[in-house]
C-alpha cells in the first residue's frame, strides 16, 4: 500500500523538476508557485491511495525532502 503512494509521489516530483529543469529563466515567484500547485495535486493524488491524513503527510515530507536533497545533489555534481 505505502510503496504505491511513494512511488506516485516520487513520479510527481520528478515531473516538478523535469518542468524546473526545461524552464530554467522562470521568476523565483512562479517556481515557488508551482511547487505549492504540485505539492496540493502530490497530496490530493495520495490522498485518493492511502485516505489516512497523518501517514500521508509524513510521507509527503519524506518524499519532499528526499526529492530536495536528490536535486541538491544533482547541482553540485553538475
Do not use: C
Amino acid at each position: 500500500m505505502y510503496g504505491r503512494v511513494i512511488f506516485t509521489q516520487v513520479l510527481i516530483w520528478f515531473a516538478y523538476y523535469m518542468i524546473i529543469h526545461f524552464s530554467p529563466h522562470d521568476h523565483v515567484g512562479y517556481k515557488i508557485v508551482l511547487f505549492l500547485v504540485f505539492l496540493y495535486l502530490n497530496w490530493t493524488v495520495s490522498f485518493q491511495l492511502l485516505k489516512r491524513e497523518k501517514e500521508l503527510f509524513i510521507l509527503l515530507m519524506m518524499t519532499t525532502f528526499g526529492s530536495f536533497v536528490i536535486e541538491v545533489l544533482f547541482f553540485v555534481i553538475a
